[in-house]
């Protein structure tokens, strides 16, 4: 059976083992204690128990901002992102996000989903070494 929920405490340290196997930028425990304090968003989508994917969002009053998204690597291709995405949606909330400009991947993943370009944000992971630049991607109502 597959479930979307919360993320507890006790399981932030899976959430940073498989952001740390996905992502060049990943959530330890400590941020996402702090995230959860400030209000954030931190959902799991579980196969039986296990859990195969997560994200993190900020909610506001009319947008869901997508944080951090991943599943595992074994999982992927399976529905199990679209699943996340489609959970949000339920929110009517615009949703919007920054995605590496060369993850194609992602970029085919949010286009599936319906989301489009509206920016490209030129320096955006200061932290690389090169290939900085961002989009922004919104999904509108
Ligand atoms: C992006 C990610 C979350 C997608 O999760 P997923 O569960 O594999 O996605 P889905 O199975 O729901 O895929 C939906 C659609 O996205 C596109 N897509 C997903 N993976 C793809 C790939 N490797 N290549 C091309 N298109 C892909 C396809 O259009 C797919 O539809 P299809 O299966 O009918 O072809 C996953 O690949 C991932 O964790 N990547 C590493 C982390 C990451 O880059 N996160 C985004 C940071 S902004």
Known sequence: M???DQVN???FSLIEQLGK???????????????KMTGHIILKISKETTIVGF??????????HILSI??????????????????????NKNLSLYVH?????????YKKNKFVISDIMFGY?????????????????
Do not use: H, W
């Open 21 to 35: 196997e996905s992502l060049p930028i990943y959530y330890c425990c400590d941020d996402l204690k702090m995230l």
């Open 101 to 109: 400009t060369i993850n194609d991947t992602a970029l085919n993943f």
């Open 125 to 141: 992971y200061d932290s690389f070494e090169d290939n900085k630049d961002a989009y922004k991607m919104i999904c509108e109502l």
């Open 2 to 4: 597959i479930k979307i």
């Open 9 to 11: 405490e006790e399981e």
């Open 55 to 64: 994200v993190v969002c900020r909610e506001t009053a009319d947008n869901i």
């Open 70 to 91: 991943a599943v595992k690597n074994n999982d992927r291709k399976m529905g199990y992102g679209s699943k996340l995405i489609k959970y949000l949606k339920q929110k």
